[in-house]
């Protein structure tokens, strides 16, 4: 349980400035913190600090428990009509010769091979390919929901959407009643990027802007849908940026209560057009998750992305505030190995995440998208479990 006698030790350290000593007692206190409190703690908290003090709060809202889910991805495609320049992934529809576009049959059969295995989410994201349209994505959900109707299916992002509902000349709101309708039961948190216009403008002029992403997020909220929401980090931002990121996320929060869970995706260099930028060390990571936690104080999750992240340095986020680290993944998606990830086939065995979540002793439990508990794995036998077909 929650360590309070770490956080008096840390706030009674001499050494410890006025200002630090300031945030922690906000934090001890359950007082929200102002942007400027979040962008000291990146400029000049210590590691130690942030990890006594994000891991309190973890433990507060969570005890042990660590969430993983058992889910497969589907991406559809990876030709593009937008230019991300952090993006190792896409392929531009002028030279989609390059690229994949999976047929609706390869699709269903994608879904098809789960059909014995205990998976409960698919999530579909893609590039923005202009031919696969509302209609289209509307019919594949349906078919999926036909083969597949425990399913649930997690899918687009807010920039793959905003293009969809353009191009069929819906609203917002139109729109989503109808993909929610179709299938659709809540969205990924991607093409959030940074939202703040300065640099959102260098990295991806040309996709849907903050307000847009907000909104489409605020629309599915009021759909009665939940959402995710990302950050993409180490790059070009400044923590300044990072902080008015969260901060959005934060307002939009207090209004609707619709997001589940804030993923920091860390920028991976390889083959993109910001590949002269270094990647971030592991310390910047740890911060980065380490003040989510401690700023986004209505966010009920925190995740750490193994694929993005590799499985050590997923460990170690849950010492920093995380408390969810995503689910089996079964090698279906290209996102980060062609970003130069080290997971160049992501896949876990349930028992491989379970050992990976109990190496570093919190208590690992199996939950749906929406975070429903559907099993506690903390007194299974392993061996069992690797030999238990229902299982893995
Ligand atoms: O929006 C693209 C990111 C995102 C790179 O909601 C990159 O559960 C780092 O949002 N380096 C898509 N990041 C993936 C995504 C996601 C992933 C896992 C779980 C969930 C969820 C959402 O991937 C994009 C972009 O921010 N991305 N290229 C790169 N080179
Ligand atoms: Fe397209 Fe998404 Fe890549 Fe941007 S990040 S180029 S929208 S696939």
Redesign the pocket.
């Known amino acids: 349980m929650s360590d309070i006698k770490a956080v008096e030790r840390l706030l009674a350290d001499e050494n410890l400035s006025g200002e630090l000593k300031k945030i922690g007692s906000k934090v001890l206190n359950k007082e929200r913190l102002t942007e400027e409190d979040g962008v000291t703690l990146f400029e000049k908290a210590p590691l130690s600090y942030l990890g006594v003090l994000a891991n309190f709060v973890r433990e507060r809202l969570h005890g042990d428990t660590t969430y993983f889910n058992r889910n497969f991805h589907i991406e559809p495609t990876n030709v593009c009509v937008f230019s ?1 320049k ?4 896409s392929r531009l529809y002028a030279r989609r010769e390059e690229g994949w576009e999976l047929s609706e049959e390869q699709i269903l059969d994608i879904v098809r091979s789960y059909q014995n295995k205990p998976v409960t989410e698919v ?1 579909i ?1 893609g590039g923005v390919h202009p031919k696969m349209n509302l209609e289209y994505f509307a019919d594949l959900l349906r078919k999926i929901k036909a083969l597949r109707p425990d399913l649930h299916i ?1 899918g687009f ?1 807010a ?1 793959e959407l905003d293009y969809m509902f353009r191009k069929a000349k819906l609203s917002v709101e139109d729109g989503m009643k109808f993909l929610h309708d179709a299938g659709l039961d809540s ?7 940074i939202f703040h216009p300065e640099i959102r403008e260098q990295i991806c002029a040309d996709k849907v802007d903050a307000e847009g992403w907000l909104k489409i997020h605020e629309t599915a909220h009021k759909l009665g849908m939940h ?4 950050i ?1 980090y180490g790059h070009i931002e400044s923590y300044r940026h990072r902080v008015d990121h969260m901060k959005r996320l934060r307002d939009l929060q207090d209004r609707t209560g619709g997001f589940n ?1 804030f ?1 920091p ?6 083959d ?1 057009e ?1 590949s002269h930028l270094p990647e971030q060390s592991l310390i910047e990571d740890m911060k980065m998750y380490a003040v989510a936690r401690l700023f986004m104080d209505n966010f009920p999750h925190l ?1 750490a ?1 193994w ?2 992240l590799g499985r050590q340095n997923a460990q170690l986020t849950l010492s920093f505030g995380v408390n969810d680290i ?1 689910g089996t993944i079964d090698d279906s ?1 290209k ?2 190995s062609m ?2 990830s080290e997971e160049q086939h992501p896949a876990m065995t349930t028992a491989q995440l379970v050992s990976l979540i109990r190496q570093v002793k919190r208590r690992p439990v199996e939950r749906d998208t929406l975070y429903h508990v559907i099993r506690d794995y903390s007194d299974i036998d392993l061996k069992e479990l690797e030999i238990d077909p229902t299982l893995n």
Request: aromatic share 12%; hydrophobic share 35%; glycine share 10%.
């Open positions: 991300c952090f993006c190792s992934y999530h994201v997690k992002t920039v969205l990924p948190g991607g093409g959030a990027e959402t995710n929401a990302t993409l869970t993923i995706l860390k920028f991976r260099n390889e993109n910001m995740k992305y694929p993005m995503d998606t996102i980060y970003a130069g």
